[in-house]
Nanobody, 124 residues
Framework: QVQLVESGGGLVQAGGSLRLSCAASGRTINSYAMGWFRQRPGNEREFVAAISWSGGGTYYAKSMKGRLAISRDDAENTVYLQMNSLKLEDTAVYCC?????????????????WGQGTQVTVSS
């Protein structure tokens, strides 16, 4: 079992930045692909970013590409999501997830473990 706990969310003005963290416990995540998803009010969960188990491959949602950077520190068993130039429509609960796959899934159904999420609220 892998337990995931997100942190770093909060209230930020439009145009600002946040760095989300996802701390894992229970197992090391060095063999897991890791992803970030978000759920905006009234919407379904959507893919945001993912990183391969090796860290050599990163993938981003087209709508947010250029404003995101996902990274991992396996020594710390933690994954990060840097978000820049935040917009009002980025307001959502952001969750991290782990997938025991050698490839990088972008669909939520493929992920095995999930965190509870952290709220990001962007204000004008």
């Amino acid at each position: 079992q892998v337990q995931l706990v997100e942190s770093g969310g909060g209230l930020v003005q439009a145009g600002g930045s946040l760095r989300l963290s996802c701390a894992a416990s229970g197992r090391t995540i060095n063999s897991y692909a890791m992803g970030w998803f978000r759920q905006r009010p009234g919407n379904e969960r959507e893919f945001v970013a993912a990183i391969s188990w090796s860290g050599g491959g990163t993938y981003y949602a087209k709508s947010m590409k250029g404003r995101l950077a996902i990274s991992r520190d396996d020594a710390e068993n933690t994954v990060y999501l840097q978000m820049n130039s935040l917009k009002l429509e980025d307001t959502a609960v952001y969750c991290c997830a782990a997938a025991g796959r050698r490839w990088v899934p972008t669909d939520s159904q493929t992920y095995d473990y999930w965190g509870q999420g952290t709220q990001v609220t962007v204000s004008s």
